[in-house]
Each structure stands twice: as C-alpha cells, then as structure tokens.
C-alpha cells in the first residue's frame, strides 16, 4: 500500500519534457517574415538558434532557408548584444540587400534584458547620420520559454500589421489572416479571394517562397511574400478575415486593425470540414455580393457525396488529434462530422482557450465531449492512450515515435512533417482540402483492416 502510495506521488511529480508537442516561438516569427517580399529573418540570440530553425523548416518545406543571426557566445550574456545586432544588420544589409529584416529575440537576448527595440531605434539614428537609407526593420519578442512557435508566428503577424501599417483611403481589398497553415492552403486561399472578385491582402504569404519552382541560379531572397505596400494599406481595407478559434482578445492583428484603423473583423475557425469551410464561404458571398462559383458548389457537393461513401468505414472510430491548436480545433470539427470520435484533443499549445473551442465545434455531435490536454508532450498523451484505444493518430511528425510504439497508424499533418515527402504541399483548408483529407483517412483505416487479416480482403 505504501509502495503503491509512492509511486503515484512519484508520477505525480514527473516535470520534465519528453518530446515537446510544440517547437520555438521565434520558428514561427522566422516563418512569418520568410512569408514578406524582399524579407530576411534575423534572429538576436546565438548561432545555435538559427541552425535549429533552419534545420526544422529545411526538412519540412524541402527549400533552402537563410536566416541570420546576432551570434551572441558567452561573452555577450555579461556585456549584452547590441554590437553584434547593429553588426549583423550592417552585413545583412549589405549583402542581401532586403527590403525588410524581421528580428525576433530569443531565450538569451531576452534573459539579459537586451532593449531591442532601443538598440534598434539608435541603429536607424546612426545609419541616418551616415546617409544611409536602411531597409524597414520589423521586431518582435519571441522568446521560447514564453510561448509556442504557433505564438510567436501570431506575434510576427501583429508585429508587422503593427510597425507597418498606415490608415489609407477606404478599398474593396480584403485582409487575410490565416494563421499556421500550408503553402498549398495559401495558393487556394487566395484563389479563393480571386474567385470571388475579391482583391486581398494574405500576411503572411510564403506560398512561393517557401515552395518555389527549381531554379539555375540560387536568389539570395526568393521571390513572393506579401508586397510592403500592401500591409501598409492594410488599414483602408473593408474587412479582416481572421482564421482561428483559439485567437480571442486584442493581442492579434485582426483586433488590432479593427481597433486602429476600424477595419470590420470576420473571425473564423480554421477551414477544415464541411461546417467549418462553410462558415468561410457565407463570409466571402457577403463580403464579395456574389454566390458561391460553381466549380466550389460542385467541390462541395463531392464532399458530401463521400462522406455518405465512406461513412461505413470510419464511423465510430477514436482518434487522438494533436499539433498546433487552431489545426487541433478545425479536425475535431471535421473529426465529429464524419463520425470519427476526437477522445483527445492535446496541444503544446497553452492559449487557455482550446477546451472551450473544441466543446463548440464537437457540440452536439458525439456521445462525450472529447478529452482536451493544454500544454502537454507526448509522454503526457502516451499515458492517456492506453485506456482511449485510439484507431489513429492524427498530427504532425513528432507523433512517429509513439505511433510506431504503440502501433497506431499516424494521419500526417500540419507542422512539422519531416519524415514524409510533400508536406509543404498538402491541403488541409477548405472543400478541396478536406476532401484530400477524408479521403487519406478512410484509406488509411482501410489499410489496418486490410493488413490484419489474414485474407487480406481485395475488395472493401
């Protein structure tokens, strides 16, 4: 009894990490000004922060990725960093020769208290005394012990629309916010914009920059990203669309322009599933005066078609979804949809607000609220496995390991994917992307059936 006693007070104690269920803060802000035209990232802190990013988004989007770095080393957590953050600007400045630098601090530079935006205040007070006409710099804090890379990407967002963004004549264009998601998301969320006759603004947008065409000469910025002038106009827009359900409050971009610049925000759940695509479609028929084109009416009604062709295959079915949570909001609604039981919900993710999200777009559709784990790595969510009994895992690369142990097929998405080809390219948002979705998921579950049986079942 004692012994028993014990060893719960022992488990309950356990407070280290074992492969986080997030990354860095500062990746996401990194990706972010990755997404801006004429951009180069910079990160204030040590060299060992920039290779740690650049190997992650390397392995997922298969590009080359620059990002520069302050490289601070021991001598700089006494005397603090600021020569070497006006040093590295001066020689990214001179050989890239950007349009922006985007700085986002790290756990170091934060640690020591550097003033970012004070050193950077006096390096635009000495280049100007020189004569030199500098690119715009954009900062922002980010570091990790203070959040998520999903965190430091909305941070990024704000950082710009804040730094940047000016109030101009009154336009038709649309602001676009969509949050963590895909380059193929943000191809067919702006054909999307296009579709609808709608002239948009997309921040940010690394749809080419970070899945590019092969090229004979390696560019020191690749082209695309969102244009400068258009996140300076974005306070003349008509409207802001905000894509997620955990966003709430005035610390995000969308708030922001409504609160500055009285820019009406239309915030929405990311757009996966028919429920939730839908509700993006009701926004762009009103913001636009037109219906929805026919050739996504018909997207549409394919989905429907298949959810009534696959649901023998899936329904009743447990799943554990994980990752980033706005992703983790947005499959638990197409998860309750297609009758796929979410019995855990788990993020790295400590917004406070993905219990009540989920609760709102499962409600009313499964015989329990699913279980919702904030802040949490994959040892925490092994543990609950064993009395779910999940049929899949569905959620980025950093689930392998548990997948493989536990013998659970893993459905990969989101971010990172680095032990798969194309993840840069899957589709999540929209018709289109769930019906891709869908379709990788009754094929997966068939594939378990099929594999386990000893006829082996050519036909399903």
């Given at each position: 009894?004692?012994?028993?006693?014990?060893?719960?007070?022992?488990?309950?104690?356990?407070?280290?990490?074992?492969?986080?269920?997030?990354?860095?803060?500062?990746?996401?802000?990194?990706?972010?000004?990755?997404?801006?035209?004429?951009?180069?990232?910079?990160?204030?802190?040590?060299?060992?922060?920039?290779?740690?990013?650049?190997?992650?988004?390397?392995?997922?989007?298969?590009?080359?990725?620059?990002?520069?770095?302050?490289?601070?080393?021991?001598?700089?957590?006494?005397?603090?960093?600021?020569?070497?953050?006006?040093?590295?600007?001066?020689?990214?400045?001179?050989?890239?020769?950007?349009?922006?630098?985007?700085?986002?601090?790290?756990?170091?530079?934060?640690?020591?208290?550097?003033?970012?935006?004070?050193?950077?205040?006096?390096?635009?007070?000495?280049?100007?005394?020189?004569?030199?006409?500098?690119?715009?710099?954009?900062?922002?804090?980010?570091?990790?012990?203070?959040?998520?890379?999903?965190?430091?990407?909305?941070?990024?967002?704000?950082?710009?629309?804040?730094?940047?963004?000016?109030?101009?004549?009154?336009?038709?264009?649309?602001?676009?916010?969509?949050?963590?998601?895909?380059?193929?998301?943000?191809?067919?969320?702006?054909d999307l914009l296009s579709d609808f006759g709608l002239p948009g603004?997309?921040?940010?947008?690394?749809?080419?920059?970070?899945?590019?065409?092969?090229?004979?000469?390696?560019?020191?910025?690749?082209?695309?990203?969102?244009?400068?002038?258009?996140?300076?106009?974005?306070?003349?827009?008509?409207?802001?669309?905000?894509?997620?359900?955990?966003?709430s409050g005035p610390g995000t971009a969308g708030a922001l322009?409504?609160?500055?610049?009285?820019?009406?925000?239309?915030?929405?759940?990311?757009?996966?599933?028919?429920?939730?695509?839908?509700?993006?479609?009701?926004?762009?028929?009103?913001?636009?005066?037109?219906?929805?084109?026919?050739?996504?009416?018909?997207?549409?009604?394919?989905?429907?078609?298949?959810?009534?062709?696959?649901?023998?295959?899936?329904?009743?079915?447990?799943?554990?979804?994980?990752?980033?949570?706005?992703?983790?909001?947005?499959?638990?609604?197409?998860?309750?949809?297609?009758?796929?039981?979410?019995?855990?919900?788990?993020?790295?993710?400590?917004?406070?607000?993905?219990?009540?999200?989920?609760?709102?777009?499962?409600?009313?559709?499964?015989?329990?609220?699913?279980?919702?784990?904030?802040?949490?790595?994959?040892?925490?969510?092994?543990?609950?496995?064993?009395?779910?009994?999940?049929?899949?895992?569905?959620?980025?690369?950093?689930?392998?390991?548990?997948?493989?142990?536990?013998?659970?097929?893993?459905?990969?998405?989101?971010?990172?994917?680095?032990?798969?080809?194309?993840?840069?390219?899957?589709?999540?948002?929209?018709?289109?992307?769930?019906?891709?979705?869908?379709?990788?998921?009754?094929?997966?579950?068939?594939?378990?059936?099929?594999?386990?049986?000893?006829?082996?079942?050519?036909?399903?």
């Open positions: 009894m004692k012994v028993a006693k014990a060893a719960k007070a022992a488990k309950a104690a356990y407070v280290s990490t074992t492969n986080a269920c997030k990354l860095c803060k500062p990746l996401g802000a990194c990706l972010v000004f990755r997404g801006i035209e004429g951009a180069v990232p910079f990160l204030h802190g040590s060299q060992g922060c920039a290779t740690y990013m650049r190997r992650y988004l390397i392995s997922h989007f298969r590009e080359p990725v620059d990002i520069a770095s302050s490289s601070l080393g021991e001598k700089h957590a006494v005397f603090g960093g600021g020569p070497n953050l006006k040093q590295g600007l001066r020689n990214v400045i001179a050989k890239y020769r950007p349009g922006l630098v985007g700085v986002a601090s790290t756990c170091l530079t934060e640690t020591i208290g550097d003033d970012v935006p004070h050193l950077l205040k006096e390096f635009r007070a000495e280049a100007a005394g020189a004569g030199v006409d500098g690119p715009e710099i954009v900062s922002v804090s980010t570091p990790s012990y203070a959040g998520t890379h999903t965190e430091g990407f909305h941070v990024a967002v704000r950082g710009l629309v804040d730094q940047l963004a000016r109030g101009r004549e009154a336009t038709r264009a649309v602001n676009l916010l969509p949050g963590f998601v895909s380059p193929a998301d943000l191809r067919h969320l702006k603004t997309v921040l940010p947008d690394y749809s080419e920059t970070l899945d590019g065409p092969a090229l004979e000469e390696y560019p020191l910025i690749p082209e695309g990203g969102t244009p400068l002038e258009a996140i300076r106009g974005m306070g003349g827009a008509s409207a802001t669309i905000e894509l997620g359900r955990t966003l322009l409504a609160e500055r610049y009285d820019v009406p925000l239309r915030r929405l759940g990311t757009p996966i599933g028919l429920r939730e695509a839908d509700r993006l479609f009701a926004v762009l028929e009103d913001l636009s005066g037109r219906p929805t084109p026919r050739s996504h009416a018909l997207e549409r009604g394919r989905l429907v078609d298949a959810y009534v062709d696959g649901h023998k295959y899936v329904f009743g079915k447990k799943a554990v979804v994980f990752g980033e949570e706005d992703l983790v909001v947005g499959l638990a609604s197409f998860l309750a949809e297609i009758g796929v039981r979410p019995v855990l919900c788990a993020s790295g993710g400590k917004s406070g607000r993905l219990e009540e999200a989920v609760r709102k777009v499962t409600e009313g559709l499964l015989p329990d609220p699913p279980q919702v784990r904030e802040g949490v790595d994959f040892y925490e969510i092994e543990e609950e496995l064993e009395a779910l009994e999940p049929d899949l895992l569905i959620g980025h690369s950093k689930g392998y390991p548990l997948a493989k142990k536990r013998g659970i097929p893993l459905l990969r998405v989101g971010f990172p994917i680095h032990d798969r080809f194309g993840g840069q390219r899957l589709l999540h948002l929209g018709y289109r992307g769930t019906q891709a979705l869908y379709d990788t998921l009754v094929n997966a579950l068939l594939e378990v059936k099929q594999e386990g049986s000893q006829i082996g079942y050519g036909y399903l």
